[in-house]
């Protein structure tokens, strides 16, 4: 393992701003194939994707002293310290999404150009990344990896490789444009933005399905050879956006939860109660079939809040 510093920028006070990244390859006499960058930590609250990367790069470290790296792996676990270290999602001080900064050309700071070394070097080492995210504080997701509809084509087969247990295929908002995906998509470095549990939290056994997942797209795409490796990866359903049905609060109110993520729901089934200011609990329920991917899970419910996405199973 290779670990290279790209980017480091001094701080008035206390260590600097670093991002690392660590590269596993073969010998040098080998030929190389896919090279491959897997990335986490855009969101400084969202610990999942750097679990995940510490749990990958135990089997790289394995793999490559067994001479199973034809490839090259590259893992940036923390690419936004700063936000890190404070365990928020917005990088401190300037109080910006770096996630919404790629590809911009105007401003300069120090997260404009963190964000823009990032994309540099991803460009410049990858044939193909994955960004690793949670979800917020309010609401529970199944492992899922989203795909803007213009990359549906090039993205949806390699995701079906990553033991997720949904492909969600959505509409293109112009929000996207500033995120490091659709910049490297862009690019036609075909990236997969993985979303799974909830931020500030792990979640062990949606981790471990994702890594077996990684771990079977780098081997199927050459990247890792583990020899007779078959990961048992469960087959991922792909929905469209007229097969997600958003359910949201009706009014404000305390939902507490009756249901989890992952259940097949029939129409009519109970997902939780919102108990309203007039203390009268109102039941609400699922207004389709279908699995349950997306759940709250902060009581706290504004009027309009989403409380729940549902994914319509498809009859085969
Ligand atoms: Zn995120």
Redesign the pocket.
Known sequence: MLSKCILSVKTPAGPPVEIIRHTFSPSQSAKQTQRVSLVAG??GD?LEGLYICHRLMETLKKLEEQNAVKGEVHVYPAVNPQALETGT?LWPFFSTDI?RTFGEKNTRSLVTEASRTLLEDLKSNSDMVVDF??SNLHLMELPQIRIIKNFEKKLVPLAKLCNVDLIWVHPHAEIFESTLGYNLNQAKIPTLVI?SGICLRIHKNYCEQIVLGILNLLHQTGAIDCGEFLAETAPAKVVQPDQVTMVQAQNAGLFVKQAEVGQILKEGEKIGDLIGPDQMPEEICSPCSGLLFTLREHPLTGKGAPLARIATIIEP
Do not use: D, I
């Open positions: 855009l969101h969202e999602r996630n995210h949670a979303e």
